[in-house]
């Protein structure tokens, strides 16, 4: 037992070694990058990092073992209890903001029990569904006029805008173009 668990250390610090990334760097990538089923994750890292299979699939299985003993359950868990029963409709609206985020830089994820805060230095924004038919996303920016689409909301709460998506496909330039501003104001 004791040889495997070394050959999987040796492992670990070589993939650190030619990714040039610490280990908490690898794994958040992997939380930055939306990805939440083993695959997925597996594909990305060997298409960003030049990883072999062999290397993606152990990093993977570490950064799950990790988030286990610290009592996480896996991303996928995680958004799948946030995007359960008449919300799952959502879940596409919510990875392609994902998506288009993790475009953007480094940031940390972090799961609430309704939704995920997005953070730098301080958090740029939340995103979770505000009932069965919309996705809302609170940002955290200042002196950002208020449209149609974009809701100012009254001083005091966690974020002081708002836009609720209802469709993929409104995820869009305008909204992605607000998230960009409150992201580089968080940094």
């Given at each position: 037992m004791a040889d495997l668990e070394k050959a999987l250390q040796t492992q670990i610090a070589n993939i650190q070694k030619r990714s040039g990334k610490t280990l908490d760097q690898l794994y958040d990538l992997i939380r930055r990058s939306g990805r939440s089923k083993h695959g997925e994750i597996r594909d990305m890292l060997k298409a960003e990092l030049g990883l072999g299979h062999g290397d993606a699939n152990t990093l993977v299985h570490t950064f799950f073992k990790t988030q286990e003993k610290e009592g996480l359950s896996s991303p996928d868990e995680v958004l799948a209890a946030i995007y359960h029963g008449p919300r799952a409709a959502l879940r596409p609206i919510h990875d392609a903001l994902m998506a288009a985020i993790a475009g953007f830089g480094e940031f940390e994820i972090a799961p609430k029990k309704g939704y995920v805060s997005l953070?730098?230095?301080?958090?740029?924004?939340?995103?979770?569904?505000?009932?069965?038919?919309?996705?809302?996303?609170?940002?955290?920016?200042?002196?950002?006029?208020?449209?149609?689409?974009?809701?100012?909301?009254?001083?005091?709460?966690?974020?002081?805008?708002?836009?609720?998506?209802?469709?993929?496909?409104?995820?869009?330039?305008?909204?992605?173009?607000?998230?960009?501003?409150?992201?580089?104001?968080?940094?």
């Open positions: 953070r730098r230095k301080k958090q740029f924004a939340m995103i979770g569904p505000a009932s069965q038919t919309r996705v809302e996303v609170g940002l955290n920016m200042k002196g950002v006029p208020a449209t149609p689409r974009l809701k100012e909301l009254p001083p005091g709460g966690m974020c002081p805008y708002k836009v609720s998506l209802t469709d993929v496909r409104e995820v869009d330039a305008e909204v992605m173009a607000w998230i960009r501003g409150a992201y580089e104001s968080a940094g």
